[in-house]
């Protein structure tokens, strides 16, 4: 299965840009790339997901290199109740079959100050 | 509030016994995704239904067992408890089941075995 890697963890300051970066450089032209959080003692949040081209939406950014090798989650003024895990996961096409299911990593654990 | 709705919200039971956790994906979502979220093995996909049919099998111990019924909710079954079972149980359901779609997660069961 493909991979992704991310920093285990992050800091940020309330109000400000939070760019989170991740690496998928054996992630093939099918494979979907979508973003999930997960706040404290909550189940797991869809954030975002794209293909090929940036996509936005209320929550954040998704910004995803011309390779598609890495791609990178953009808050644009982090909240305190931004502060969760990240997880950058490939929705992968197995075989020509769609099927949805998540492989989820470490995750990238972002903390924000006030 | 995602819109999917989990029962119990804990469970508490011996080593031994056999429990069922229940799921009500959200209004009109055809796919159900069962994952386990221990502290050693992070989240990890179980098994996923799409209109009552299995459609992708993840690592789902033989002692555990689940279906999707007509009305769409689905029921996960886990028997012979094991300490090693006890863990949070996150169900998700999504429009399509696709890679190209969200998956909306319920708060999670936490199990128990003692």
């Known amino acids: 299965d493909a991979k992704t890697t991310q920093p285990n963890s992050m800091e940020s300051n309330e109000e400000e840009p939070v760019h989170l970066p991740c690496n998928h450089s054996?992630?093939?032209?099918?494979?979907?790339i979508h973003w999930y959080r997960q706040l404290p003692s909550q189940g797991p949040e869809y954030v975002i997901h794209?293909?090929?081209s940036n996509v936005n939406n209320r929550m954040a950014s998704l910004a995803i290199a011309e390779d598609r090798k890495s791609s990178t989650l953009i808050l644009h003024r982090a909240t305190l109740r931004d502060a969760a895990v990240y997880y950058c996961?490939?929705?992968?096409?197995?075989?020509?079959?769609?099927?949805?299911?998540?492989?989820f990593g470490q995750g990238t654990i972002l903390t924000v100050h006030p | 509030d995602s819109g999917v709705t989990q029962t119990p919200k804990h469970l508490i039971t011996a080593t031994g016994q056999r429990v069922t956790l229940r799921c009500s994906p959200r209004?009109?979502?055809?796919?159900v995704y069962w994952y386990q979220q221990s502290l050693d093995q992070g989240l990890q996909f179980l098994i996923q239904y799409y209109n009552g049919e299995e459609r992708a099998k993840g690592n789902i111990l033989e002692r555990f067992s689940a279906q999707q019924f007509p009305d769409l909710h689905s029921e996960l079954n886990l028997s012979s408890l094991e300490l090693g079972d006890s863990a949070l149980y996150f169900c998700?359901?999504?429009?399509?089941?696709?890679?190209?779609?969200?998956?909306?997660f319920g708060q999670g069961t936490r199990l128990t075995v003692v």
């Open positions: 209004s009109g979502d055809l796919s």
């Open positions: 794209g293909l090929t």
């Open positions: 998700a359901s999504s429009p399509r089941g696709n890679q190209n779609t969200e998956a909306f």
């Open positions: 996961i490939l929705n992968l096409n197995a075989g020509g079959t769609s099927y949805g299911k998540l492989t």
């Open positions: 054996t992630i093939s032209g099918t494979d979907y």
